[in-house]
């Protein structure tokens, strides 16, 4: 996002209304025109506070460096007239950044190239009341960089629960810029700093120095009972990290945890899902016996229902898996998690500070990629942009499902969901060994040692929660109703017009232009398993991986018409050959579960590379290193299972 | 600017990562790279910070240090053994 863009369309320019005094068209010269920046150090409070100002929906975590971006925003004020609000990525110091492309580099470039165009922006500087010493360092930078600056204390009522109480006249009078004490979640937030923000005065302050501690020191009041209070709150946080920070008992439950969720996701949303089979398959008879046999009935229920529809019935596990993310990064426990790992992750060319995007990828990977500017060596985050692709994205779920429930249904509900918390560990694993390999050719050289900080624990806030579970199942709900009913639709065309003469035998799907490119591949892929119905499913989820579940929907849709209702899964365990055997095996469902593992099957993803490393060569990269390696892997999976009898 | 406290009895200058755990100490030397020096002095490491270490990451991994601010980190182990620091009466 250009600084440019301030001056945008939407920019309202408010003209003193007819004949009204100069002194309020003077003063519109501020109002209209003025852009607030939103600064603060890492996980101040920052996102809260500007959710709060603009109703946005900024992502707002308890992790250090959530604001990967600039976000813009615009709000009214209540002198009227608008500002241009821009929210900053975290940023400790205005001089210690040190990539330009990491989230602080975006922060003190953006304030770099403000100071070329007219007016300085008004500076609204965010500190944690709880740590007022700490974000004082940066006001004293600001100080001296001479920007107008409003400071925003916020955490008040984090700090009231310390038995403290900030004097924000002394602080005022210390630092010759006005300064507002909020709590950034409370209601009365928003009309306090915009209050400040219009009576500002548009000026920077007088240069000054302060010693920040002192300052610190001298403007927090401690209430009666304060070190008791702030005692208790201190002990709260270590009560809590002394168990999941402990040596022995951290690490279990880390682990716990982490393969807990993995198959919560399955074992929740099982049952989900099979429901949402059921409804299609009955929707699917209603058509059949509304339109009777024919090809509209063959295109809602093959081609939508069976294309669109079978991804469709994913979105409760996208949805679960969103939430329970949220949920460990809004309490703070992610910073932990990045603690207990950095030790492990560095045997393979990573910090702890890779963990979250590592993390963030098993729901999407892009996001994570965008995620990655939280880690401050830039060869370490190529390494992580490049291995990310290879985390197991919600996306890859149908696959994983349908196979699974498809070829090991005769096991138990736990095998599967073993089996489902495997091929996470899978992705994993291929993640490390592709970062070790990468770390000691493309990407070689030192890593910066990890400095990072863990915030207290907080509660969750419900609304945001909800909130972005909801957001994931629009989004989902959209790309469903896009993209990929277009392309299921497009699919159900290529896999319905016969390109040969009923003459040459089989099914109409068999003699399509579809099935013709994919019987070309046959000769390559039989080695791993895969016929042509796969191969066909495998181009058609290129560009997103989702579609597998939905091709093969289509394909068995339009072979199968006279088993229009049942579940896709058992479609593919009972389909057979012409001679009566069984079309595919359990060595075919692990080879294709291998080749899902490993293949970049994403567009969207490649496009995020390029966006982030600003090359055609990586993404390019990825896409070959990932094909190469899920052929390979696909392969060998599918002969040596036939050698252990699977096939 | 740093706060006078009174130095431990066996007060002598050690790496961080030799601190003992829950020992009160002040850091006297950091690393001489100037943007690794800025960007601890930034989270409160500097020349006359106290700080405490909590705990020791597992085989080498990272410290769980509070520093005088109250901020807690983790610093990577090889990281602390460049940051000297002398023990200081709690």
């Known amino acids: ?647 | 600017m740093s706060p006078v406290a009174p130095l431990a009895a066996d007060a002598r200058p050690q790496t961080l990562d030799l601190l003992p755990r829950g020992q009160q100490a002040q850091v006297v030397g950091v690393p001489a790279d100037s943007a690794v020096a800025a960007w601890l002095a930034a989270v409160g490491i500097a020349q006359g910070e106290e700080l405490l270490v909590l705990r020791r990451g597992l085989f080498g991994g990272p410290l769980h240090v509070r520093t005088g601010c109250g901020g807690e980190f983790a610093v990577a182990r090889s990281l602390a053994a460049e940051i000297t620091v002398v023990s200081v009466a709690a």
């Open chain 1, 1 to 647: 996002m250009n600084a440019e863009d301030c001056h945008g369309p939407s920019a309202v320019v408010r003209s003193p209304v007819g004949g009204e005094p100069l002194e309020s068209a003077a003063s519109d010269r501020g109002t209209t025109d003025r852009r607030v920046v939103l600064l603060g150090r890492p996980n101040s409070g920052k996102s809260s506070l500007y959710n709060a100002l603009t109703g946005g929906s900024a992502h707002v975590g308890n992790y250090p460096g959530i604001t990967v971006d600039v976000l813009e925003g615009e709000v009214e004020l209540p002198t009227g007239g608008r500002v241009h609000l821009y929210d900053l990525p975290g940023l400790y110091s205005l001089a210690s950044a040190t990539d330009p492309d990491s989230d602080e580099g975006v922060a003190a470039r953006f304030l770099g190239r403000s100071r070329g165009e007219g007016a300085l922006p008004l500076v609204a500087q965010i500190i944690d009341g709880t740590q007022l010493a700490l974000g004082l360092r940066l006001t004293t930078e600001l100080l001296g960089a001479g920007y107008p600056l409003l400071v925003v204390v916020t955490q008040a009522d984090r700090l009231a629960s310390h038995g403290q109480v900030l004097d924000g006249a002394a602080l005022e009078e210390a630092l010759g810029a006005p300064v507002v004490v909020v709590s950034a979640r409370s209601n009365t937030a928003k009309a306090l700093v915009l209050e400040a923000i219009a009576a500002h005065p548009q000026t920077p302050p007088e240069a000054r120095s302060i010693d920040a501690k002192a300052l610190a020191k001298a403007v927090l009041r401690e209430a009666t009972d304060a070190k008791a209070a702030q005692r208790r709150a201190r002990e709260r946080t270590g009560k809590i990290d002394a168990v999941l920070l402990h040596p022995i008992v951290g690490p279990i439950l880390f682990l716990t945890l982490m393969g807990g969720l993995f198959a919560a996701v399955f074992l929740v949303a099982d049952p989900a899902s099979t429901f949402l089979d059921f409804l299609k398959g009955k929707l699917a008879g209603v058509i059949t016996r509304r339109f009777g046999e024919g090809l509209i009935t063959s295109f809602i229920n093959d081609g939508i229902l069976g294309g669109a529809g079978t991804v469709l019935a994913f979105m409760p596990q996208i949805v679960l898996l969103t939430v329970a993310m949220e949920l460990l990064e809004a309490s703070g426990y992610l910073a932990r998690g990045a603690f207990l790992v950095d030790r492990f992750l560095r045997l393979f060319g990573f910090s702890g500070r890779a963990f979250l995007p590592l993390l963030m990828g098993h729901a999407c990977a892009v996001p994570a990629i965008g995620a990655t500017r939280v880690v401050r060596d830039p060869k370490e985050r190529l390494t992580s942009i490049l291995v990310i692709p290879l985390m197991t994205c919600s996306a890859r779920m149908p696959t994983y499902a349908l196979v699974t429930s498809a070829f090991f249904a005769g096991r138990s509900v736990f095998f599967r969901a073993a089996l489902f918390v495997g091929l996470y560990a899978a992705g994993i694993l291929s993640g490390l060994v592709a970062s070790l390999i990468l770390r000691k050719t493309a990407t070689r050289g030192k890593t910066l040692p990890l400095v990072l900080e863990l915030p207290a624990y907080r509660l969750p806030q419900a609304r945001v929660v909800l909130r972005k579970g909801w957001l994931s199942g629009k989004r989902f709900f959209r790309d469903v109703g896009t993209t990929i009913l277009a392309v299921s639709a497009l699919l159900w065309v290529g896999l319905s017009v016969p390109v040969q003469p009923a003459s040459a035998g089989g099914t109409v799907a068999e003699r399509s232009a579809a099935a013709a490119v994919g019987k070309a591949l046959e000769p390559v892929t039989a080695i791993a398993g895969f016929d042509w119905r796969i191969n066909v499913g495998l181009i058609g989820s290129f560009g997103a991986r989702e579609l597998m579940v939905g091709t093969l929907g289509i394909i068995h849709g339009i072979e199968g018409a006279d088993q229009d209702d049942a579940p896709l899964a058992e479609k593919l365990r009972t389909a057979t050959k012409n001679d009566g055997t069984p079309l595919y095996s359990r060595a075919t469902g692990l080879a294709l579960l291998a080749f899902f593992v490993l293949a970049c099957q994403c567009m969207s993803t490649v496009a995020a590379i390029k966006r982030e490393t600003k090359s055609w060569k990586w993404p390019l990269f990825v896409l070959a290193y990932t094909y190469v390696a899920a052929y390979v892997v696909a392969v060998v999976v599918y002969q040596g299972a036939r050698l252990f009898g699977l096939g």
